[in-house]
């Protein structure tokens, strides 16, 4: 088990090169679904050369917010603990060399895990540093690395650490152990092209390691290898798909009876479109069964659209249907999470467009979406970012088959890196998707198939009654699960004065809501 040295934290009051800080704390009361208790803010100013600040959650041990602080010969990592009430317990600084660059942050058993990588991507160790939550106590990890890649994943056991990545094209998983504090090279892995998918880790120490790869046949498969606590491979099971069919993308879940679910999505021949859901029910052995669920199968899933197009969506559906006819709809599809949900688990998706701007011949930009294009008017492509559409909530039951499920539209969220934007709150007898964008907490209450309370949007709450945000006064934005019933909403604002024109603050924000 990890132990923390309790002489190693430098907690300091001034800082020469930061400027002054305020904060801001209040309360909120509600009486819709979505109740906003607090919000904490700190002052920025326009010309600050610090990185914005990022927040992570420490349960119901409260949230760790931190930043780096530049200086001249060295910079310093800021840490500030708040408590659940947003309430600031502890404050700090750590030194940090300026080649090394934030690069994940974990948390596990109250103990915060800051990854830091070289800004050079082909060379360098790791550091990480773990810090106590509760006091700030720290110590430092250096995990050796001898092949060059950059961490794209990173997750923190009882035991030890694992960064994931790719050399080559390859994916391979590196392994710390905090017992010998030595790493190695997960084995199985770095050996054929394919995706890093997932890296699940479990209560007792074991790991999968899920890849996408293209078998001898030229099919793209599953790879689930399993490892003990001691990054020791026990089991490789490989998904292969029907014919005709390729498995995209997944990600797993264990069930009560030790069994494994994997749920993803599934093409045809171009495996950037998804063409529908896939369920497989792996038991002990590593014996496998495979259900497929075409998108026209889903009851609700085109509930997204407006009601004329998903009215002719699903009549030409049908139409096709008494004729025989194969019915083929290409999505970009990611899934997001597979959790348990009483005697069911649920699989929460979201579906997104790559938008593009083109530069015509006569110096104008036209934009459009990756579905239209004008080869008159069109010059050089430049990508525009993600449109995301509308999440989907699929229920199923421990043998793969679908029980019911339902959609969420998602409203004007545009993104330039894929990430998560709808969260999903189960409870009894009712799920909650909740997404915050603009400014606006957006929310849907389900049940099933049913939908118990229709798409709400309620504004974030500011500090003062003469506060006023505008619909692009919200730079930067994200909301995030924090512990039970509760949520919390962070990012950057330029908050006005409605009293006082021209006379604003710039803030930097984390808003606690219960729902």
């Not at 999968?208 to 099919?219: G, P, T």
Request: contains cysteine.
């Amino acid at each position: 088990m990890l132990r923390v040295q309790p002489d190693m934290f430098f907690i300091s009051t001034k800082l020469k090169f930061v400027k002054s800080i305020a904060l801001l704390l209040v309360s909120f009361t509600s009486f819709s679904q979505i109740d906003q208790e607090a919000r904490f803010e700190i002052l920025l100013s326009e010309n600050d050369i610090h990185e914005n600040y990022s927040v992570s959650s420490l349960a119901d041990q409260g949230l760790l917010v931190y930043r780096r602080l530049f200086g001249q010969r060295e910079d310093q990592l800021e840490l500030i603990k708040l408590d659940t009430t947003l309430i600031e317990n502890w404050r700090g600084y750590i030194a940090l060399q300026k080649k090394l660059q934030v690069s994940h942050v974990k948390v596990h058993d109250q103990v915060v895990f800051i990854l830091l990588k070289s800004g050079n991507y082909t060379s360098g160790d790791f550091q990480v540093v773990a810090i106590k939550a509760d006091d700030g106590t720290y110590k430092v990890y250096t995990i050796k690395n001898l092949i060059p890649f950059n961490p794209t994943d990173f997750i923190v056991t009882s035991y030890g650490m694992m960064l994931g990545g790719y050399f080559n094209y390859r994916p391979l998983v590196l392994y710390f152990s905090f017992q010998t504090e030595r790493s190695k090279i997960l084995p199985g892995l770095f050996n054929e092209q394919g995706e890093l998918t997932q890296i699940k880790p479990y209560d007792n120490g074991f790991v999968d390691v899920i890849i996408s790869a293209k078998n001898f046949e030229r099919k793209k498969c599953l790879w689930i290898r399993n490892y003990d606590a001691e990054a020791d491979l026990v089991k490789t099971t490989v998904l292969a798909p029907e014919a005709n069919k390729n498995l995209i993308f997944g990600r797993s879940v264990k069930m009560p009876n030790d069994e494994e679910v994997v749920a993803g999505v599934y093409g045809n021949r171009n495996v950037e479109y998804s063409r529908g859901i896939f369920v497989a029910n792996i038991n002990r052995l590593g014996e496998y069964h495979i259900t497929y669920y075409n998108f026209s199968e889903l009851q609700n899933f085109f509930s997204y659209m407006k009601v004329r197009r998903e009215k002719r969506v699903k009549e030409r559906i049908e139409r096709r249907k008494i004729k025989g006819k194969k019915i083929r709809f290409n999505y970009r599809l990611l899934v997001q999470e597979v959790i348990p949900y009483e005697n069911q688990f649920i699989m929460l998706g979201e579906a997104f467009y790559p938008r593009y701007t083109y530069t015509g011949t006569r110096g104008n930009s036209f934009g459009f979406s990756s579905f239209y294009s004008n080869p008159l008017t069109r010059g050089d492509r430049i990508f525009d970012g993600y449109q995301y559409t509308h999440a989907i909530v699929i229920g199923f039951d421990a043998q793969g088959k679908l029980k019911w499920d339902n959609s969420f539209e998602i409203n004007d969220v545009k993104s330039f890196d894929l990430q998560q934007y709808v969260k999903i709150a189960p409870s009894k007898n009712q799920i909650s998707l909740v997404y915050f964008y603009d400014n606006l907490i957006r929310s849907k209450i389900i049940k099933d198939n049913q939908v118990l309370e229709g798409k709400t949007a309620d504004p974030l709450k500011s500090r003062f009654e003469t506060d006023l945000i505008k619909k692009n006064d919200t730079q930067t934005s994200k909301l995030d699960y924090w512990y039970a019933h509760h949520f919390f909403a962070s990012g950057i604002q330029k908050v006005r004065n409605q009293q006082v024109e021209d006379l604003y603050r710039k803030v930097f924000f984390i808003n606690k809501i219960k729902y």
